[in-house]
T-cell receptor, first 114, second 113 residues
Framework: DAKTTQPTSMDCAEGRAANLPCNHSTISGNEYVYWYRQIHSQGPQYIIHGLKNNETNEMASLIITEDRKSSTLILPHATLRDTAVYYCIVRVASRETSGSRLTFGEGTQLTVNP | DGGITQSPKYLFRKEGQNVTLSCEQNLNHDAMYWYRQDPGQGLRLIYY???????QKGDIAEGYSVSREKKESFPLTVTSAQKNPTAFYLC????????????FGPGTRLTVL
């Protein structure tokens, strides 16, 4: 699985958009980008995933560059409850790899300030 | 209410004792996982199981053992051979399909005294 690089920490004002970057310059053609987050002392929570098209769901948007070497997770209107560690993970998504590992790095600590 | 339960939330044991952490899911998921998390770090995979009666070692399996006798249960035993067992332990499960979003339990914080 391709390695990812994320900033250690970021701050965001409540109500503003939070843009969390992730570099995955060695990503291969069949690898997907997943985002999870972990609120302090809780289990991680799945947010979104994508291959090459931009994706949006009720939690966030995922923007993947055309060369797929980086992506940005966007929380459009951050709230205090969005304060968490955000993990960007790259992995092949197929039935053959299903049920296998997710490799978590150290993620980005996002702090949303009032 | 569907989900993953881990018990207990906090667990204390004396050094040299084996301890078993419980993980139960009622999501009818095929795959289950155990991760370990140390302060300020990401999750590391201990063991995973894609189907009943089968499991594979993850990145840090030494000193741990698991069983998967039932689809809904995946207990983890931390043995006395684990050199530094104090950590936050997380269990997860997923459907066996390509988009295998993993659902995590609330975790068990184990402290070995």
């Amino acid at each position: 699985d391709a390695k990812t690089t994320q900033p250690t920490s970021m701050d965001c004002a409540e109500g503003r958009a939070a843009n969390l970057p992730c570099n995955h310059s060695t990503i291969s053609g069949n690898e997907y980008v997943y985002w999870y987050r972990q609120i302090h002392s809780q289990g991680p929570q799945y947010i979104i995933h994508g291959l090459k098209n931009n994706e949006t769901n009720e939690m966030a948007s995922l923007i993947i560059t055309e060369d797929r070497k980086s992506s940005t997770l966007i929380l459009p209107h951050a709230t205090l409850r969005d304060t968490a560690v955000y993990y960007c993970i790259v992995r092949v998504a197929s039935r053959e790899t299903s049920g296998s590992r997710l490799t978590f790095g150290e993620g980005t600590q996002l702090t949303v300030n009032p | 209410d569907g989900g993953i339960t881990q018990s207990p939330k906090y667990l204390f044991r004396k050094e040299g004792q084996n301890v078993t952490l419980s993980c139960e899911q009622n999501l009818n998921h095929d795959a289950m996982y155990w991760y370990r998390q140390d302060p300020g770090q990401g999750l590391r995979l201990i063991y995973y199981s894609q189907i009943v009666n089968d499991f594979q070692k993850g990145d840090i399996a030494e000193g741990y053992s698991v069983s998967r006798e039932k689809k809904e249960s995946f207990p983890l035993t931390v043995t006395s051979a684990q050199k530094n067992p104090t950590a936050f332990y997380l269990c997860a499960s997923s459907v066996h399909r390509a988009w295998d979003e993993q659902f995590f339990g609330p975790g068990t914080r184990l402290t070995v005294l």
